[in-house]
């Protein structure tokens, strides 16, 4: 991508979303696509905010329904000033939809 494009992607079926430290002009580094049987256990529970000892035996019971999903998958996209997004959803990845807009210059007077 160039830099006056921008990208949008449109993710169906979110079942929670977690966002750190995003304020804008952030240059995305990776994205990464989990799905359930791969998805590290440390990134479901940050997503689903059931990190630490107290939610042990429910996040461990909903990972494992999770990594026997047929469908559904964690999205991670990391940028290069240490913001973070994460994304559980019960769509396949294939129905992620991507959008390439080409912005116009900004021309300071």
């Known amino acids: 991508m160039n830099s006056d494009e921008s990208c949008v992607l449109k993710v169906p079926k979110v079942i929670s979303l977690t966002l750190k430290g995003f304020s804008g002009g952030n240059t995305i580094l990776d994205i990464h696509v989990y799905k359930p049987q791969i998805c590290p ?54 129905a992620i939809e991507k959008e390439v807009m080409i912005t116009e210059p900004k021309i300071n007077p």
């Open 41 to 94: 256990l440390s990134l479901f529970a940050r997503v689903l905010h059931l990190e630490g000892d107290y939610w042990e035996k429910i996040r461990m019971d909903r990972f494992e329904q999770f990594s026997k999903a047929a469908t559904g998958f964690l999205l991670q996209l990391t940028t290069s000033d240490g913001c973070d997004l994460l994304l559980l959803t019960t769509a396949l990845p294939e």
